[in-house]
């Protein structure tokens, strides 16, 4: 009997720690150079051997966070707004985007997820809502306000629009396109562990 105990600890293994990152949003701000792009970033491990099975098995998690840059295209610089890590309440499936923009100077960060190690749908699903200002004051607030809006995504150039930019991502490479019809040209690379850096200038 103590041989199989053995053989079954000896089966229930994970694999290497690995590191993922997403881009969530990228949202030009107002009709300026920038915009406010998501980040989420995890370190896990996936199961292997017994752990695995029967349908492949479940991964531990060591960090989940997102973060919330401010991008000028053209200076090719950026700001960190925020890095929120995720809490326990927020755990499972936890999710983070842009919700709104005010003024085009306060930000509203929309976290949603489940409690660690719970179960994860609807019913369950707990919120949380930052107010980010540019100056980096950051609050609880109840949720993003009606007057908060995100703008609608249009390639061609708005009437009376002066200054035409345009956001996208290649994999995990930032791009932009400053002329109608042109290119989009990489101007951030989203690093392993989800900071940025610039590219070219």
């Known amino acids: 009997m103590l041989g199989l105990v053995v053989l079954l600890a000896a089966g229930c293994t994970h694999g290497p720690e690995e590191q993922r990152v997403v881009v969530g949003q990228i949202v030009r701000v107002g009709e300026s150079d920038q915009a406010l792009v998501t980040i989420q970033y995890e370190r896990f491990q996936r199961p292997t051997g017994l752990n695995a099975f029967p349908d492949g098995g479940k991964a531990r998690v060591y960090e989940r966070i997102a973060r919330l840059f401010l991008v000028n295209a053209v200076e090719r610089t950026y700001a960190t707004l925020m890095v929120q890590a995720a809490p326990d309440s927020l755990w499972e499936s936890f999710n983070a985007g842009v919700g709104g923009v005010e003024a085009d100077s306060v930000f509203f960060l929309h976290m949603t997820g489940c409690l660690r190690g719970g179960e994860c749908y609807p019913q369950l699903q707990n919120a949380l809502t930052l107010r980010i200002s540019m100056n980096g004051t950051v609050r609880t607030v ?3 306000p009606a007057t908060a809006r995100l703008p609608g995504v249009m390639l061609a150039r708005r ?9 996208s991502t290649n994999g995990n490479v930032l791009t932009a396109r400053f002329v109608e019809d042109g290119p989009f040209k990489p101007i951030f690379e989203v690093l392993d562990d989800g900071s940025l850096a610039s590219i070219g200038g």
């Open 159 to 167: 009437p009376g629009e002066e200054r035409y930019v345009r956001f």
């Open 142 to 144: 109840r949720g993003v």
